[in-house]
Structures are given as structure tokens and as C-alpha cells.
Nanobody, 115 residues
Framework: VQLVESGGGSVQPGGSLRLSCATS????????MSWYRQGPGGKEREFIG????????TYADTVKGRFSISRDNAKNTLYLQMDRLNSEDTGVYFC?????????WGQGTQVTVSS
């Protein structure tokens, strides 16, 4: 099982980024998928949102209306579209899924929002 995030980078406030999470080793279409982030300075990992196997989405209040999660089951890939970024969105972004009680994480991709 492997989750590999990509698409991070540096962007100015108000800008956009689209993150991807390429998966392998499991039946992607049958699993709910989540995005988390961890801010700088040892902050706790923060839930951003998730998408169910039936494409239902839920978002944290901090990103609702700015971020959008989608999936392409044909490509076994999860996406996070991030718009109207601000400095508080800076951090390492992770995708995650669960096998029973076990959480599977990617290695993360860095997003930096700065002028």
C-alpha cells in the first residue's frame, strides 16, 4: 500500500494550488480518503476533509468554501483543490486512508503561502 502526495509549493496569498495523492496497492475506489495538514512549529496534525467512496465530502470549518476534495477512481488518485490561500494554510499536507483501525499515511507535500 502506498500513498504519494505531490503538487505542493510556494504561492502568494490569494493564490491556488492543486495537490494530488497517487495511491497503489489497494482498491482505491472502495475506500474513504482524507486530507490532513501539519503547520510549522510542531503543531498537531489537523483534519482538512474527506471524501467517501460514494463521493460525499466533508470539510473542516477552516477550509470550507475554499478547498475542494475530489477523486478519480480510474487513476487511483485523490485531489485537493485549494483556493484563496492564506498564511494559515502553510504546512505539510498529507493524504490518508484507513484499513480498519489502522491509518495509512503518505509522506506529505509542503505548501508555503507567503508574499
Amino acid at each position: 500500500v502506498q500513498l504519494v502526495e505531490s503538487g505542493g509549493g510556494s504561492v502568494q496569498p490569494g493564490g491556488s494550488l492543486r495537490l494530488s495523492c497517487a495511491t497503489s496497492g489497494f482498491a482505491f475506489s472502495k475506500f474513504d480518503m482524507s486530507w490532513y495538514r501539519q503547520g510549522p512549529g510542531g503543531k498537531e496534525r489537523e483534519f482538512i476533509g474527506y471524501i467517501t467512496k460514494t463521493d460525499s465530502t466533508t470539510y473542516a470549518d477552516t477550509v470550507k468554501g475554499r478547498f475542494s476534495i475530489s477523486r478519480d477512481n480510474a487513476k487511483n488518485t485523490l485531489y485537493l483543490q485549494m483556493d484563496r490561500l492564506n498564511s494559515e494554510d502553510t504546512g505539510v499536507y498529507f493524504c490518508q486512508t484507513r484499513f480498519g483501525f489502522s491509518a495509512i499515511w503518505g509522506q506529505g507535500t509542503q505548501v508555503t503561502v507567503s508574499s
